[in-house]
């Protein structure tokens, strides 16, 4: 059973940093298409960042690029989210996920593994 573990979320200003890490439980993590995703209180679960099995290929929505990076070690099994910039409406839960169906992905319906999800709260 593959398990996803995100952890480093919490409050900051706007104009902070954060750093989100998942851990993951899977067997070959290089297999996996991993991506991040958000949810803020009253809206839809939005992509943020995928990155390929190899995390040679990267992509980003158009709200977070330029500020939010997405990395993997693949030899610790985790994936990150580097988040500079932070703005108020970048506040949500954050999750993690994982897919071996796709290289390539920005729909949430096309992962099939989550994490429990961290929160992000930025103030102005």
């Known amino acids: 059973q593959v398990q996803l573990v995100e952890s480093g979320g919490g409050w900051v200003q706007a104009g902070g940093s954060l750093r989100l890490s998942c851990a993951s439980s899977?067997?070959?993590?290089?297999?996996?298409?991993m991506g991040w995703f958000r949810q803020a209180v009253g809206k839809e679960r939005e992509f943020v960042a995928s990155i390929s099995g190899s995390g040679g290929t990267t992509y980003y929505a158009d709200s977070v690029k330029g500020r939010f990076t997405i990395s993997r070690d693949n030899a610790k099994n985790t994936v990150y989210l580097q988040m500079n910039s932070l703005k108020p409406e970048d506040t949500a839960v954050y999750y993690c996920?994982?897919?071996?169906?796709?290289?390539?992905?920005?729909?949430?319906?096309?992962?099939?593994?989550w994490g429990q999800g961290t929160q992000v709260t930025v103030s102005s």
């Open positions: 996920a994982a897919t071996t169906m796709y290289s390539r992905s920005n729909s949430q319906y096309e992962y099939a593994y």
């Open positions: 899977v067997r070959i993590f290089i297999s996996y298409l």
